[in-house]
């Protein structure tokens, strides 16, 4: 059975991709723009594709380069991309 963690895994999995996309960035160019020593375009793969979900530093870090709230990863996958 998939429970409520493994929906909410998919959600900011799918909310990641989204919102790379929506800005026309490679895995690469988002890694860069995290500004982070830990996070490389393995770790963005490894984010989008469900193997990891973010650190809470990493989504609060993530919400500041997207220039979203970090609500949006928990919002349905349905909506806008931001």
Known sequence: ????????????????????E??????RELATR???PSVDRRAVN????GHYRP???H???LAEVFGVDVGW?????QE???
């Open 73 to 77: 990863f928990y919002q349905d996958h």
């Open 1 to 20: 059975m998939i429970g409520p963690s493994h929906d909410l895994s998919l959600r900011v999995s799918l909310k990641i991709r989204a919102g790379r």
């Open 55 to 57: 650190s809470e530093p």
């Open 46 to 49: 490894r984010w989008e594709n």
């Open 34 to 36: 995290m500004d982070r």
């Open 59 to 61: 989504l609060f870090r």
């Open 22 to 27: 929506a800005r026309g960035w490679s895995q």
């Open 80 to 82: 806008n991309a931001a």
